[in-house]
């Protein structure tokens, strides 16, 4: 059973219209992670929660925010996509500090 | 500075034959902790192995192993007898006693029957 789930698996968006991709977990992490990922690139981390607490790393756009209403979900908005936001975007979840990184399948975002 | 290479960008292999995939981290710190994912087509990062900085040993999991080396920060990565369903891409990361993981830029493997 998927432990980490990632909805939609494909998202289409038009340049400058808002966003959302969703994340859940099941299995009661700390952590979460969305990192995005272009094609032969290795993943790169956006942000993280740990718990409520909100990470943002330094090279982040503001395009990019983030939600966590509950320990379960955690959501990615992109406020105003560019082309070049077009990108696989995954979700991970870990227990704690050290500990191995759980990811979800990935939204494969484009943008037209 | 904290940093994962992984020299190879891309090996190609013929079934059965053994391959080995690199990486080479970079960190001050004393306590850290390295992985292998295994990425295939699907696109989902499959979690293979994590070592932590005081464990030195090498590890063995049926066609898989793992050679730590601190003395020569290198953590690779061999896959014996290969098989086609080996084809992915492989990072190899780093984590330091924070909550963020360091991706390599990744080796793509194919393996051809």
């Known amino acids: 059973d998927a432990m980490v789930i990632q909805n939609p698996r494909y998202q289409v968006t038009q340049f400058g219209k808002p966003v959302t991709l969703s994340c859940s977990q099941t ?4 952590v979460m992670y969305w990192y995005q990922q272009k094609s032969s690139q290795a993943p790169k981390l956006l942000f993280h929660y740990y718990d409520k607490d909100f990470n943002n790393e330094a090279d ?5 925010q983030s939600r966590r209403p509950n320990t379960s ?8 996509p560019g082309l070049g936001d077009a990108a696989m975007y995954l979700c991970a979840t870990s227990a704690r500090t050290g500990d191995k990184l759980f990811f979800g399948s990935g939204t494969q975002l484009s943008v037209l | 500075a904290q940093k994962v290479t992984q020299a190879q960008t891309e090996i190609s ?10 990486c ?3 960190t001050r710190d004393t306590t ?3 992985f292998w994912y295994k990425q295939p087509p699907s696109g989902e990062l499959v979690f293979l192995i994590r070592r932590n900085s005081f464990d030195e040993q090498n590890e063995i ?13 290198s953590f690779n990565f061999t896959i014996t007898a290969s098989q086609v369903v080996d084809s992915a891409v492989y990072f190899c990361a780093l984590r330091l ?14 393996v051809f029957p």
Request: net charge negative; proline share 2%; charged share 25%.
């Open chain 1, 27 to 30: 299995l009661n992490h700390n």
């Open chain 1, 60 to 64: 982040t756009p503001d395009n990019f």
């Open chain 1, 73 to 80: 979900f955690c959501f990615l908005d992109i406020r105003s």
């Open chain 2, 13 to 22: 292999v013929v079934e059965k034959e053994d391959v080995t995939l690199d």
């Open chain 2, 24 to 26: 080479v981290y970079e």
């Open chain 2, 32 to 34: 850290y902790y390295l």
């Open chain 2, 61 to 73: 999991s049926g066609r898989y192993s793992w050679n730590f080396q601190k003395s020569t920060s």
């Open chain 2, 97 to 110: 006693n924070t909550d963020k993981l360091i991706f390599g830029t990744g080796t793509r493997l194919q």
